[in-house]
């Protein structure tokens, strides 16, 4: 995408977040020929970027006033409220028309509490958490599940298009991190299976690498056992997403089914598998080491 794809009133592109994913994202922006300002806690972090182009803002209000769009991609749903609803924050500072897109993944009902208070200084809050890992942050091929009005959703599209090769609006705001949630739930559960799958194939004598082959060309194959199978095959847990966060996120997932009433029993053993993982020191590593993890976890309940 060339720089002239991005409208001149979605520019100058303010972010925050410049960590595992904010980083490489940014730097596609950056690619793309945005005008791009950045700020960090940790002035280090922001040179980086500004190594790339990017302009470093000295205070999070200087970035706030300065800019048209602003990038959220950080660890929790208390961080992103104290940046925007804290003393000195987004909102103290924000003129009338700042848009932002939250990336971060966070609790969607306090997410649709962020926005109604956003809406208030006319401001709007668009939540917008990826799937896709560092790799995909770094290849642009992200896929974004987005909630917000469909209006301002559209308008931002360019910018989503730079940083993703999937864009679904899912629904109003929060409905971008009820999607999230599923998304997460759906990897676990995921993941559990391929780790009793492959325990099957080895204790029964079957190479779990033509297991593997095997369901990948049928209806089992799937994106996770495409990529985390072969991690698992390679003993390859550099992190394109930590357990540490996808542990965050699971929490994030039980208490969405607690607030409408859902079990979801499928939900028990990845939780277990995580704590396991974590307890073993593995919170860096990437969630696939989850697999390894899983028969150790029900052994530990007795089953």
Request: aromatic residues 2%; proline residues 6%.
């Amino acid at each position: 995408m060339s720089a002239s794809q991005i409208p001149p009133e979605l520019q100058p592109i303010g972010a925050i977040g410049l960590g595992i994913m904010g980083a490489p994202m940014n730097r596609n922006l950056l690619a793309a020929g945005a005008d791009v300002q950045v700020w960090a806690r940790r002035p280090e972090t922001a040179e980086a970027l500004a190594q790339d182009g990017a302009q470093p803002c000295t205070s999070l209000p200087e970035l706030v006033r300065g800019v048209r769009v602003l990038v959220l991609n950080v660890s929790d749903t208390p961080d992103v409220e104290a940046l925007m609803l804290g003393p000195d924050g987004v909102l103290e500072h924000a003129r009338p028309g700042l848009i932002v897109i939250d990336h971060s993944t966070i609790d969607p009902v306090r997410t649709r509490a962020i926005a109604r208070a956003a809406a208030e200084r006319e401001v709007t809050f668009v939540d917008a958490p990826v799937s896709g890992g560092e790799p995909g942050a770094r290849a642009g091929t992200l896929s974004l599940m987005v909630g917000g009005p469909v209006d301002v959703v559209e308008r931002l599209r360019p910018i989503f298009e730079v940083v993703g090769s999937t864009l679904t609006h899912v629904g109003d705001s929060g409905a971008g991190q009820i999607a999230k949630a599923c998304n997460q739930l759906v990897v676990g559960e995921t993941l559990v299976a391929i780790g009793e799958a492959f325990a099957l194939a080895e204790q029964t004598g079957v190479d779990p690498a033509r297991m593997r082959e095997a369901l990948m060309g049928g209806f089992a194959g799937s994106r996770i056992l495409e990529v985390h199978g072969q991690r698992l095959l390679d003993g390859d847990f550099e992190p394109g997403f930590q357990t540490g966060l996808y542990h965050k996120d699971l929490g994030i997932v039980a208490g969405l089914g607690e607030e409408v009433g859902l079990s979801l029993d499928g939900l028990m053993p990845v939780r277990r598998a995580v704590d396991e993982a974590l307890e073993a020191g593995q919170a860096d590593h990437d969630v696939a080491i989850l697999a390894r993890f899983c028969l150790h976890a029900r052994d530990d309940q007795g089953r």
